[in-house]
Nanobody, 111 residues
Framework: VQLQASGGGLVQPGGSLRLSCAGS????????MGWYRQAPEKQRELVAA???????VYADAVKGRFTISRDNAKNTFYLQMNSLKPEDTAVYYC??????WGQGTLVTVSS
């Protein structure tokens, strides 16, 4: 079981990016998947996730700006990030089932 994250890059404040996380088909029979991020010298934190019941949860810092979504047919889930701020700069990781991690993709928000 593997996850492959992509879509990071350099963007100006106020800009948008969409991260993708592609995984094996067995993962997508479950709801438990999400996005985390880790900024320099900070702990990894939850950004957005699907819960086991299928609902979504978001960190307060990203509510209204980020949206998690999924396409089971493509075995991929996404993080649409709008109105990006410099404090969103971090390595973003996708996760499934609490134990499977993607390799991380760097998002840098800077002018």
């Amino acid at each position: 079981v593997q996850l492959q994250a992509s879509g990071g890059g350099l963007v100006q404040p106020g800009g948008s990016l969409r991260l993708s996380c592609a995984g094996s088909g067995s993962i997508f029979s479950f709801n438990d998947m999400g996005w985390y991020r880790q900024a320099p010298e900070k702990q990894r934190e939850l950004v957005a996730a699907f819960t086991r019941s299928g609902s979504t949860v978001y960190a307060d810092a990203v509510k209204g700006r980020f949206t998690i979504s999924r396409d089971n047919a493509k075995n991929t889930f996404y993080l649409q990030m709008n109105s990006l701020k410099p404090e969103d700069t971090a390595v973003y990781y996708c996760n499934a089932l609490g134990t499977v991690w993607g390799q991380g993709t760097l998002v840098t928000v800077s002018s």
